[in-house]
T-cell receptor
Framework: SQTIHQWPATLVQPVGSPLSLECTVE??????LYWYRQAAGRGLQLLFY??????ISSEVPQNLSASRPQDRQFILSSKKLLLSDSGFYLC?????????FGSGTRLTVV | GIQVEQSPPDLILQEGANSTLRCNFS?????LQWFHQNPWGQLINLFY???GTKQNGRLSATTVATERYSLLYISSSQTTDSGVYFC?????????????FGTGTRLQVFP
């Protein structure tokens, strides 16, 4: 069965610091991978999706970037965090449909 | 872009009650999914239901694609049903499996 690992679970970072969140998937090959952000406990916003290694599509202009260095690894990054980057970040994978979400990272920028 | 509206925004029930959650969407979709987010933030896929009716235990869902809505039924609710329920759609115009989420229905079930 497919599993998705996401870490860390919580993170408190100062404004201006860099960010790296990692997501890995097991039990599947060439999955579509997604990064979502949830602010204020409601509504998930799609940030990035990837259909393969090195292929990244950005959904909204922002202070974040994503990379997919390996088939089952998806990384969310920032060079300098803003207060508005705070939120709950979720990685997900899917083939024809988004099947499974990771457990999420709660990021607080202070 | 497509609009996905869920109602009601908040719902409070006593254990054992039944409820119906609604999802309206403004354009044609290839896919519709219902998710449950528990109080710890974990999102669980409940149904993949672009059309028709499906049932899984106390939960069932119906999507009427031609009328652009979907319903999630929860029967004999339990405290563990508490959390936020999201409807998410894959717009036909996108031709990918990107999902657009509604704003959710927050359900609280009390004993």
């Amino acid at each position: 069965s497919q599993t998705i690992h996401q870490w860390p679970a919580t993170l408190v970072q100062p404004v201006g610091s860099p960010l790296s969140l990692e997501c890995t998937v097991e039990g599947t090959s060439n999955p579509n991978l997604y990064w979502y952000r949830q602010a204020a406990g409601r509504g998930l916003q799609l940030l990035f999706y990837s259909v393969g290694i090195g292929q990244i599509s950005s959904e909204v202009p922002q202070n974040l970037s994503a990379s997919r260095p390996q088939d089952r690894q998806f990384i969310l990054s920032s060079k300098k965090l803003l207060l508005s980057d705070s939120g709950f970040y979720l990685c997900a994978w899917g083939s024809r449909a988004v099947g499974t979400f990771g457990s999420g990272t709660r990021l607080t920028v202070v | 872009g497509i609009q996905v509206e869920q109602s009601p925004p908040d719902l409070i029930l006593q254990e054992g009650a039944n409820s119906t959650l609604r999802c309206n969407f403004s354009d044609s979709v290839n896919n519709l999914q219902w998710f449950h987010q528990n109080p710890w933030g974990q999102l669980i896929n409940l149904f993949y239901i672009p059309s028709g009716t499906k049932q899984n235990g106390r939960l069932s869902a119906t999507t009427v694609a031609t009328e652009r809505y979907s319903l999630l039924y929860i029967s004999s609710s339990q405290t563990t049903d508490s959390g936020v329920y999201f409807c998410a759609v894959e717009p036909r115009a996108y031709n990918t499996d990107k999902l657009i989420f509604g704003t959710g229905t927050r359900l609280q079930v009390f004993p």
